[in-house]
């Protein structure tokens, strides 16, 4: 066990790290032309955090939390999503004191007790963007076109976005009671965890991936049927926004996301190519979850989040990944021990230079320190040989054509600047 990884979890090796530092750049990239600045929380926060604001009849909550007493008897849990964090963050340190919309995008580890598949791990990286104190459908807008462009831009084009309202607490209720009428003379039938959600939360009731259940709600009372006015106007203003913007989208009145925070807008990008998991992205409006967290302070807020290993996979799945030049500039080549001194000496003062340079440890022959140069994939090999080491030259080889030349040891430097 000692010499392998837990269950659920995976080391990112250096041969991946490029791509994922591609996918990072995108995305911040992105939020800053959308004006997000980029927060940092802890991995752990403490547990109640998350049972008060993710809501503590969903999966999430009754499942998949990694959830600690600590030395000091307090119950702590790693972070399974980062909206509460974000939002607890947010009033902690006051960053609601202007009228101003506070932007917010974070990118990290989350824990989840989940069975690992492709795409989703017990440890995973998430990419979300939060706005907060700003009301109306045009933020909503903003938050779904930054989530597309990013998909895009990454070359991501066969994508399916997928809108509903889930309206508010004043028309909530009574799409409540339409959903226990309809689903009450099936209530044997449900799965365990249904039967739990009916009187606790039977909206969930449309979201549960059991197929035998999926089927019994079809046809269920829609909530777009119950909505107020308030939830129809601000629905309406967000689908012409999107419209206006060119965004091809499809109303899913089914979808309600897993997480009980979520009032009025609703959304979900996928993917057909991933298949059953084809979900990359989803979120919505949260506008209650700041005065549940804070306990006096009302303000609206909305985000998403984005499953950093599912997009790569999708990435890896169509061949999008560019190539990545993984190679060095100049590799030492010193066959002989008496000299190293002066190859290390120029190996530090060419990195000092700002180039990337590597150099045997071991002394090795020279042909095992070429082999070692076309392994780190070098540009230019430096070979310090005794004959050239009596003239105070040094050899350059041009690794992309074999061509060499000899040159001053203390021309190096400026050798490589002027190329």
């Given at each position: 066990?000692?010499?392998?990884?837990?269950?659920?979890?995976?080391?990112?090796?250096?041969?991946?790290?490029?791509?994922?530092?591609?996918?990072?750049?995108?995305?911040?990239?992105?939020?800053?032309?959308?004006?997000?600045?980029?927060?940092?929380?802890?991995?752990?926060?403490?547990?109640?955090?998350?049972?008060?604001?993710?809501?503590?009849?969903?999966?999430?909550?009754?499942?998949?939390?990694?959830?600690?007493?600590?030395?000091?008897?307090?119950?702590?849990?790693?972070?399974?999503?980062?909206?509460?964090?974000?939002?607890?963050?947010?009033?902690?340190h006051k960053l609601s004191k202007d009228d101003a919309a506070v932007k917010l995008y974070y990118m990290g580890p989350m824990f989840r007790y989940d069975r690992p598949q492709a795409g989703r791990l017990r440890e995973f990286h998430q990419f979300g963007v939060e706005a907060l104190g700003v009301t109306g459908p045009n933020?909503?807008?903003?938050?779904?076109?930054?989530?597309?462009?990013?998909?895009?831009?990454?070359?991501?084009?066969?994508?399916?976005?997928?809108?509903?309202?889930?309206?508010?607490?004043?028309?909530?209720?009574?799409?409540?009671?339409?959903?226990?009428?309809?689903?009450?003379?099936?209530?044997?039938?449900?799965?365990?965890?249904?039967?739990?959600?009916?009187?606790?939360?039977?909206?969930?009731?449309?979201?549960?991936?059991?197929?035998?259940?999926?089927?019994?709600?079809?046809?269920?009372?829609?909530?777009?049927?119950?909505?107020?006015?308030?939830?129809?106007?601000?629905?309406?203003?967000?689908?012409?926004?999107?419209?206006?913007?060119?965004?091809?989208?499809?109303?899913?009145?089914?979808?309600?996301?897993?997480?009980?925070?979520?009032?009025?807008?609703?959304?979900?990008?996928?993917?057909?190519?991933?298949?059953?998991?084809?979900?990359?992205?989803?979120?919505?409006?949260?506008?209650?979850?700041?005065?549940?967290?804070?306990?006096?302070?009302?303000?609206?807020?909305?985000?998403?989040?984005?499953?950093?290993?599912?997009?790569?996979?999708?990435?890896?799945?169509?061949?999008?990944?560019?190539?990545?030049?993984?190679?060095?500039?100049?590799?030492?080549?010193?066959?002989?021990?008496?000299?190293?001194?002066?190859?290390?000496?120029?190996?530090?003062?060419?990195?000092?230079?700002?180039?990337?340079v590597e150099y045997d440890f071991n002394g090795r022959s020279m042909k095992a320190q070429m082999k070692q140069a076309n392994k780190f994939q070098a540009k230019y090999v430096l070979i310090f040989g005794e004959d050239e080491a009596a003239r105070?030259?040094?050899?350059?080889?041009?690794?992309?054509?074999?061509?060499?030349?000899?040159?001053?040891?203390?021309?190096?430097?400026?050798?490589?600047?002027?190329?």
């Amino acid at each position: 066990m000692l010499t392998t990884a837990p269950r659920g979890t995976k080391d990112i090796m250096p041969s991946d790290v490029s791509a994922w530092r591609y996918l990072e750049e995108t995305m911040r990239r992105i939020c800053a032309q959308y004006g997000y600045k980029e927060i940092r929380t802890p991995v752990f926060e403490h547990t109640e955090l998350f049972q008060r604001g993710i809501g503590d009849t969903t999966d999430v909550v009754e499942k998949e939390m990694y959830t600690f007493t600590d030395r000091g008897n307090r119950s702590i849990t790693l972070r399974p999503e980062n909206t509460a964090s974000a939002v607890r963050a947010y009033v902690e340190h006051k960053l609601s004191k202007d009228d101003a919309a506070v932007k917010l995008y974070y990118m990290g580890p989350m824990f989840r007790y989940d069975r690992p598949q492709a795409g989703r791990l017990r440890e995973f990286h998430q990419f979300g963007v939060e706005a907060l104190g700003v009301t109306g459908p045009n933020v909503d807008a903003e938050i779904i076109l930054l989530a597309v462009q990013v998909l895009q831009s990454l070359g991501l084009q066969d994508l399916k976005l997928k809108i509903n309202s889930v309206g508010c607490p004043k028309c909530r209720p009574l799409h409540r009671e339409k959903l226990q009428a309809f689903f009450r003379p099936h209530l044997e039938e449900l799965c365990h965890d249904c039967q739990g959600r009916f009187e606790r939360n039977p909206l969930r009731l449309l979201d549960c991936k059991n197929p035998h259940d999926h089927e019994l709600g079809m046809g269920a009372p829609s909530l777009e049927e119950c909505l107020c006015d308030e939830c129809k106007a601000h629905f309406a203003g967000l689908k012409e926004l999107l419209t206006a913007a060119g965004v091809d989208y499809e109303v899913d009145h089914n979808l309600v996301r897993g997480l009980d925070y979520y009032t009025k807008t609703a959304f979900e990008i996928q993917y057909a190519p991933l298949g059953a998991q084809s979900a990359v992205c989803g979120g919505g409006r949260y506008d209650g979850l700041v005065k549940e967290i804070s306990g006096d302070e009302d303000r609206p807020g909305i985000g998403f989040a984005m499953g950093m290993e599912r997009v790569l996979l999708a990435l890896e799945k169509q061949q999008l990944l560019p190539a990545f030049d993984e190679g060095i500039d100049v590799y030492v080549v010193c066959p002989k021990k008496e000299r190293f001194t002066l190859a290390f000496k120029m190996a530090i003062e060419l990195r000092r230079a700002g180039l990337k340079v590597e150099y045997d440890f071991n002394g090795r022959s020279m042909k095992a320190q070429m082999k070692q140069a076309n392994k780190f994939q070098a540009k230019y090999v430096l070979i310090f040989g005794e004959d050239e080491a009596a003239r105070g030259n040094v050899t350059v080889r041009n690794m992309a054509d074999s061509q060499q030349q000899e040159i001053a040891v203390n021309d190096i430097i400026k050798f490589f600047q002027d190329k």
